[in-house]
């Protein structure tokens, strides 16, 4: 899934992403809107998992 695709099913992501780890915030999440790198960092800090598994985590949805 690339940048493109992750913003236009962004709700859907952000759902699942609020379902496997409850520890992100809407606020968390609100940092998709232009901010991409902030945005994977804020998700590595609460979920202790690399960017590099995160992008493969949303490529499977």
């Not at 995160?54 to 499977?60: G, H, L, N, S």
Request: no cysteine.
């Amino acid at each position: 899934m690339n940048t493109t695709e992750l913003k236009g099913n962004w709700n859907e992501v952000k759902g699942k992403l609020k379902q496997k780890y409850a520890d992100l915030t809407d606020d968390d999440l609100l940092y998709e809107e232009g901010k991409e790198d902030e945005l994977y960092g804020r998700i590595q800090k609460k979920v202790g998992k690399t960017k590099d598994e995160i992008k493969q985590w949303i490529a499977e949805l």
